[in-house]
């Protein structure tokens, strides 16, 4: 059982930047693919950025293409979402989370397909 820690959230004024990281316990979690989501009050939870086990492949919603960048470090079992030129419609809560199988080629940008989810992270992007 992977279980998920985020951290690295904070207010950031525009165009600044942050690093959330996710720090995951269990000995499957170097197997799995590892998205990060946002939620806002009253939207449903969005994909942000997606990678696979072997870091070989990545996904990015187009609203952060160019400006996020997701990594991991399986030998620290930690998952990281650089993000830059931060902008206000960017504030959100972000979530870390592993998907329920094992291996694979492609990240899904399906919150179904994800099991294990942390308990968030508050990004503000304000003046």
């Known amino acids: 059982q992977v279980q998920l820690v985020e951290s690295g959230g904070g207010l950031v004024q525009p165009g600044g930047s942050l690093r959330l990281s996710c720090a995951a316990s269990?000995?499957?979690?170097?197997?799995?693919?590892m998205g990060w989501f946002r939620q806002t009050p009253g939207q449903e939870r969005q994909f942000v950025a997606g990678?696979?086990?072997?870091?070989?492949?990545?996904r990015y919603a187009d609203s952060v293409k160019g400006r996020f960048t997701i990594s991991r470090d399986n030998a620290k079992n930690t998952v990281y979402l650089q993000m830059n030129s931060l902008k206000p419609e960017d504030t959100a809560v972000y979530y870390c989370?592993?998907?329920?199988?094992?291996?694979?080629?492609?990240?899904?940008?399906?919150?179904?397909?994800?099991?294990?989810w942390g308990q968030g992270t508050q990004v503000t992007v304000s003046s």
């Open positions: 989370a592993a998907t329920r199988t094992i291996g694979g080629s492609y990240v899904s940008t399906d919150e179904n397909e994800y099991s294990t």
């Open positions: 269990g000995r499957t979690f170097s197997s799995r693919t």
């Open positions: 990678i696979t086990w072997s870091g070989g492949n990545t």
